[in-house]
């Protein structure tokens, strides 16, 4: 992924972990934005790997968007005890006795 | 008359049994024990002389084991900070796996040190995913073979290594030689990264895979589905099911990263030296 593309995906990803859906506060949202203003032109310049910077970027999106992903398939799927005979009942199709016909 | 006497208090006690066990069961809800809630509103980052601390409005967070919260770098106190902020009504303790980390380093529960973790990862060498190879399907053994070959390359090249994949049940052999020259890679770390480490082969149950990654030979995602391999390939006959196998490949992808970004961020020092203009 471009560099661009890391950033625009890294702000939707926090702007879409903050609880209010602002990343206008956001201490993350400043410092990633700060390091791009560094390495603007080129993040070479610290004695590091290369593009280091962008794959710790994609990590930390990759690092958000999993947590999302998981909790909405939990949410989706975890266990909320037995169901009601009603809510079995719909599963299957079928009616109550108490149901109108 | 005794036997009376005896029947009539089993018959009590059932009864009185009943009336206080038997609650008729209403609803269907199953009571887990709850997460604390969120007790804060605003989370930020301190500097002090011994690195970065994290406030949660006037508290200063503290880890289980009730030390202060201090890390040394500066991305890490803030990605922390970021996922208390992230926490809606509960603090969901289970998710938090980069906070996670940082307790666990700070607190050390299981009192380990450099040496324990050390033999820990060396045990590993010995059952790492991509050194068994299957040979009965051809499909599997050339994924594998297109897959893992060339990691397990980059492995023996870069510590100087010699490990051999296996096709069968037998372990493959790793010999002392190799074993020194891993144990001394690791023992450059210091114990905070060593926590990182053993978090990520724990996650891809692979030494090679995850010294792959933290190398940035391959990205997380490629990582996870590589320790995956053999269930992806399964899935295609099989099915695959969101609940079961998509749950678990998000779970692995987060671990792993946040194991990759605490090894990276516990390892890496910036001195910037100013050119003296005279």
Known sequence: MSATKVLRSLLNELRRASPNGCIKDSLAAKYILAQYKKFETTDQQLCKARNEAIFLGNTYNTYLASLRNYKELYMEYHGRGERTVKETADLVGFKLPTDPK | MNTNLVLGTVRSFCLRSRGKWQVPISGSVRQYASPPKRFYKKTSVLCTDNGYEITLDHRKLKTPKGTLFTV??????IAVATEF????EHIERSRMHLSALCFTALDNPNNLSKLDMVNYLLNFIATDTVLFQYDDEQDLQDLQHNEWDPLIAWFNQRFETNLQKTMNITPPLVTDEDKIKIAKHFQSYNLETLHGFIFAVDTLKSIVLACAVIEQQIPVEK???????????????WGRVE?????SQQELQARLAAAVLFVHFNCSENFIKEKLIL
């Open chain 2, 223 to 237: 990582a996870v589905a590589l320790a995956r391999l053999e269930e992806e390939y399964q899935l295609k006959f």
């Open chain 2, 72 to 77: 040394k770098s500066e991305p890490l106190a």
């Open chain 2, 243 to 247: 609940w079961a196998h998509d749950l």
């Open chain 2, 85 to 88: 902020d992230s926490q809606k």
